[in-house]
């Protein structure tokens, strides 16, 4: 699943070349996770002011109005003045004056979601329940602290439902657990101020470095002008079991918590 840095990769690579551009069309596949709302005609001749995103959604300003993308588990945004033929996985199309918008989810589980504003019930109900963003500077290490004493739930899990921090998936949150070398079953309640700083820190430079990195490609991502990400060549333990740690030599390990695969080391992260 596309997580926060490729995400942000995604809005990065599409909204300077878009802002400004007026929508000429808007075209419909199958339905996606949720319905678009409203009538796509209703967005013809409509203004796009900018891309912004919050936690896994990107938001794209209208003069009037607001779409919220949700690349799902398997969706890709694609722009530029010409694209390839549409295809039976090509769900949303967004025609305007400066290139084609097009959402491709094979599994279609993302969404397109047209409100008349970020406070619009549509826009609420997605929205309201979302954690800090944790590379702003609402992400504050007392604040964090206070929330996770708590929360009973491992460290791990609390991470990735992301109502404490909003977009700390499964291959970051295992990353950012080994740098602050935090056990990923330990209960969010039992983590001291001092080891909940490092945490804060380590999610802060692993999503950092991810964006940087241009996010990760582990299947089928690639940014809206279809770079691949990198930053899984440098992951510590996602996807590495059985491999060697780079610190320790210790063989990484591999979890199942919540339906979800977590790496670890077992040596590193003792506790």
């Known amino acids: 699943m596309p997580e926060l840095p490729e995400v942000e990769v995604t809005r990065l690579s599409f909204a300077l070349e878009i802002a400004g551009a007026q929508v000429i069309s808007v075209h419909m596949g199958k339905a996606l996770r949720w319905p678009l709302g409203c009538a796509?005609?209703?967005?013809?001749?409509?203004?796009?002011?900018?891309?912004?995103?919050?936690?896994?959604?990107?938001?794209?300003?209208?003069?009037?109005?607001?779409?919220?993308?949700?690349?799902?588990?398997?969706?890709?945004?694609?722009?530029?003045?010409?694209?390839?033929?549409?295809?039976?996985?090509?769900?949303?199309?967004?025609?305007?004056?400066?290139?084609?918008?097009?959402?491709?989810?094979?599994?279609?589980?993302?969404?397109?979601?047209?409100?008349?504003?970020?406070?619009?019930?549509?826009?609420?109900?997605?929205?309201?329940?979302?954690?800090?963003?944790?590379?702003?500077?609402?992400?504050?290490?007392?604040?964090?602290?206070?929330?996770?004493k708590g929360r009973k739930a491992s460290i791990k899990q609390v991470l990735l439902a992301g109502v404490v921090v909003v977009g700390v998936g499964n291959i970051y949150a295992s990353e950012a657990l080994f740098l602050a070398g935090i056990r990923p079953t330990l209960s969010a309640s039992r983590l001291s101020r001092p080891r909940c700083a490092r945490l804060h820190a380590a999610i802060?430079?692993?999503?950092?470095?991810?964006?940087?990195?241009?996010?990760?490609?582990?299947?089928?991502?690639?940014?809206?002008?279809?770079?691949?990400?990198?930053?899984?060549?440098?992951?510590?333990?996602?996807?590495r079991q059985g491999q060697p740690c780079r610190?320790?030599?210790?063989?990484i390990k591999t979890m199942r918590q919540g339906q979800r695969s977590t790496f670890y080391c077992p040596h590193c992260q003792k506790a």
């Open 204 to 239: 802060q430079d692993v999503l950092a470095r991810a964006v940087a990195k241009g996010g990760s490609t582990l299947r089928n991502f690639s940014s809206a002008n279809g770079d691949s990400g990198h930053f899984q060549l440098d992951a510590m333990v996602y996807a």
């Open 40 to 148: 796509p005609t209703l967005l013809t001749g409509r203004l796009v002011q900018n891309v912004r995103r919050r936690g896994k959604y990107l938001l794209i300003d209208f003069d009037h109005g607001v779409l919220l993308v949700h690349l799902g588990m398997s969706g890709s945004l694609s722009f530029a003045p010409q694209l390839r033929p549409a295809d039976i996985h090509d769900h949303f199309e967004m025609v305007t004056t400066r290139g084609t918008l097009r959402l491709t989810d094979p599994r279609r589980f993302g969404a397109v979601v047209y409100a008349d504003s970020q406070d619009a019930p549509q826009a609420r109900k997605l929205l309201g329940k979302l954690g800090v963003e944790p590379l702003s500077d609402d992400f504050d290490v007392d604040r964090f602290h206070f929330e996770l």
């Open 247 to 251: 610190v320790c030599s210790a063989p």
